[in-house]
């Protein structure tokens, strides 16, 4: 019998919960229910989902930043359909693949100029191990430094390197030699390598966790810094990069020169998982300096012809659809017209960020009222506020997005970069209406706010 895959999904359509219940993490499924997320979405196209009942959602988390040109781009699509159609040789393993040393070829291209050798891999998380074997390898040394409230991902050397507590907790030991540093801390940096042990800093160009921005000079002298004592300068790029930030690059914004850029994300098309490590020649020469060594580090799946179709689509539409400009465009609106909001609304403290990866930031109000409403939040479980505002963005005006963090009261935009104007009043509107029903006490959100209180609690006393 043929599968039908259609047939499969229009018969089973309404199960997605309950099989995630009794086959996946049940955990998911019981927050999901717990703040009103369980739709059930039936298609997807550009920046927008669409449910079951036929409401279109405007989606600011974009999978994290996979769907950079919105889901379900037709040219990458096609490409891919191409791919299928031609029967293609792949992953024959003892060859080499035209497509991976075309998508080398035009990512080296791209990259800033020290960067001339290319290792592909499946996600983010493998780009960082990669990055932590070739830095230790090149230099001979074992020390990797990294910031505090960093996240590199969830697999165990990226772990090691992952600023959030609660990701670490349970899942020691760790790798040693793993040290953190405060972000933006020039000072600290110096002091940690002049111990001349370090293989590598690895940095994030702007934290995802919070949306901190570097200072302008910050980035730069760090690689100087690395340099002088030794250690590789490494530029997680994996959600800052390819447009997201207005460049192509979010280090291009200060000209800085890593001696690896990692990759990933956007880089699918969102379709095929596929990630990078960009590197000199240097550390290409050092780790696989001999031919018993070809295949010293690698992986399986990692230079399959979806994903380095995929790749090859994504960097066409980037540029022929020119959605660096257009996220730089939107961005700097968005920082304007939510900027506007932070004078009215006292619970709205600062918008920051760069293109489309933006941070809507809230502390605590001046008068006693909305005073007293928020430590009762703040006393059930730090970061409850943000909560607040994300709920309502999406049960009343249908905006996904996500706090930006554990424990801080930050809200954070990642949206695709092909939205457009009218998107952009939506979300404007939609802020300007939710911090409005914020600032009344009593009202429907503090309900909600008691609810995600007493929510709190319990799960404080369960732990």
């Given at each position: 019998?043929?599968?039908?895959?259609?047939?499969?999904?229009?018969?089973?359509?309404?199960?997605?919960?309950?099989?995630?219940?009794?086959?996946?993490?049940?955990?998911?499924?019981?927050?999901?229910?717990?703040?009103?997320?369980?739709?059930?979405?039936?298609?997807?196209?550009?920046?927008?989902?669409?449910?079951?009942?036929?409401?279109?959602?405007?989606?600011?988390?974009?999978?994290?930043?996979?769907?950079?040109?919105?889901?379900?781009?037709?040219?990458?699509?096609?490409?891919?359909?191409?791919?299928?159609?031609?029967?293609?040789?792949?992953?024959?393993?003892?060859?080499?693949?035209?497509?991976?040393?075309?998508?080398?070829?035009?990512?080296?291209?791209?990259?800033?100029?020290?960067?001339?050798?290319?290792?592909?891999?499946?996600?983010?998380?493998?780009?960082?191990?990669?990055?932590?074997?070739?830095?230790?390898?090149?230099?001979?040394?074992?020390?990797?430094?990294?910031?505090e409230h960093a996240f590199h991902g969830?697999?165990?050397?990226?772990?090691?390197?992952?600023?959030?507590?609660?990701f670490r907790q349970g899942f020691g030991?760790?790798?040693?030699?793993?040290?953190?540093?405060?972000?933006?801390?020039?000072?600290?940096?110096?002091?940690?390598?002049?111990?001349?042990?370090?293989?590598?800093?690895?940095?994030?160009?702007?934290?995802?966790?919070?949306?901190?921005?570097?200072?302008?000079?910050?980035?730069?002298?760090?690689?100087?810094?690395?340099?002088?004592?030794?250690a590789l300068f490494v530029a997680d790029?994996?959600?800052?990069?390819?447009?997201?930030?207005?460049?192509?690059?979010?280090?291009?914004?200060?000209?800085?020169?890593?001696?690896?850029?990692?990759?990933?994300?956007?880089?699918?098309?969102?379709?095929?998982?596929?990630?990078?490590?960009?590197?000199?020649?240097?550390?290409?020469?050092?780790?696989?300096?001999?031919?018993?060594?070809?295949?010293?580090?690698?992986?399986?799946?990692?230079?399959?012809?979806?994903?380095?179709?995929?790749?090859?689509?994504?960097?066409?539409?980037?540029?022929?659809?020119?959605?660096?400009?257009?996220?730089?465009?939107?961005?700097?609106?968005?920082?304007?017209?939510?900027?506007?909001?932070?004078?009215?609304?006292?619970?709205?403290?600062?918008?920051?960020?760069?293109?489309?990866?933006?941070?809507?930031?809230?502390?605590?109000?001046?008068?006693?009222?909305?005073?007293?409403?928020?430590?009762?939040?703040?006393?059930?479980?730090?970061?409850?506020?943000?909560?607040?505002?994300?709920?309502?963005?999406?049960?009343?005006?249908?905006?996904?997005?996500?706090?930006?963090?554990?424990?801080?009261?930050?809200?954070?935009?990642?949206?695709?970069?092909?939205?457009?104007?009218?998107?952009?009043?939506?979300?404007?509107?939609?802020?300007?209406?939710?911090?409005?029903?914020?600032?009344?006490?009593?009202?429907?959100?503090?309900?909600?706010?008691?609810?995600?209180?007493?929510?709190?609690?319990?799960?404080?006393?369960?732990?």
């Amino acid at each position: 019998m043929t599968l039908k895959l259609a047939d499969l999904i229009a018969t089973r359509r309404r199960e997605n919960f309950t099989l995630h219940e009794q086959y996946l993490n049940p955990q998911m499924v019981r927050v999901l229910r717990t703040i009103g997320y369980d739709r059930v979405y039936t298609r997807a196209e550009g920046p927008y989902l669409f449910d079951d009942q036929g409401n279109r959602y405007l989606d600011l988390l974009s999978g994290f930043g996979v769907f950079a040109l919105g889901r379900n781009h037709p040219t990458v699509k096609a490409i891919l359909k191409e791919v299928l159609d031609l029967d293609l040789p792949d992953l024959v393993q003892m060859d080499v693949s035209l497509l991976a040393g075309v998508l080398a070829e035009k990512l080296v291209e791209r990259t800033p100029e020290p960067l001339t050798r290319l290792f592909f891999c499946n996600s983010g998380a493998e780009a960082v191990e990669a990055a932590i074997k070739f830095a230790r390898y090149t230099t001979g040394r074992s020390r990797i430094l990294y910031c505090e409230h960093a996240f590199h991902g969830l697999t165990m050397g990226a772990l090691s390197l992952n600023g959030e507590e609660i990701f670490r907790q349970g899942f020691g030991p760790l790798l040693p030699d793993c040290d953190p540093i405060p972000f933006n801390d020039l000072e600290a940096l110096e002091r940690a390598l002049k111990a001349k042990e370090t293989a590598a800093f690895i940095v994030e160009p702007i934290q995802g966790k919070g949306v901190n921005l570097p200072d302008d000079d910050y980035l730069a002298e760090a690689a100087r810094l690395c340099h002088r004592h030794g250690a590789l300068f490494v530029a997680d790029e994996i959600q800052t990069g390819l447009g997201r930030t207005g460049r192509l690059w979010a280090i291009d914004h200060w000209n800085v020169e890593p001696d690896m850029l990692l990759m990933a994300k956007a880089l699918s098309g969102g379709f095929v998982p596929v990630g990078a490590v960009a590197m000199t020649r240097r550390i290409m020469d050092k780790v696989f300096n001999r031919m018993d060594r070809a295949v010293v580090h690698g992986s399986t799946f990692s230079k399959n012809n979806m994903a380095m179709a995929a790749g090859l689509a994504t960097l066409e539409v980037l540029e022929s659809e020119h959605l660096m400009e257009n996220a730089a465009r939107q961005g700097e609106a968005l920082l304007a017209e939510l900027g506007a909001l932070v004078d009215r609304y006292e619970f709205f403290h600062q918008v920051r960020g760069k293109g489309l990866m933006l941070a809507l930031e809230f502390g605590k109000p001046e008068s006693f009222k909305l005073k007293t409403a928020w430590n009762l939040l703040e006393t059930a479980n730090k970061g409850l506020f943000s909560q607040m505002v994300t709920i309502p963005l999406f049960k009343k005006h249908r905006i996904l997005s996500q706090v930006a963090g554990h424990g801080m009261n930050v809200v954070k935009f990642l949206p695709p970069l092909v939205i457009g104007d009218d998107d952009r009043r939506w979300i404007v509107t939609a802020m300007d209406d939710v911090l409005a029903d914020c600032h009344q006490v009593p009202g429907a959100i503090w309900d909600l706010g008691r609810t995600l209180a007493g929510h709190a609690l319990k799960a404080r006393k369960s732990a």
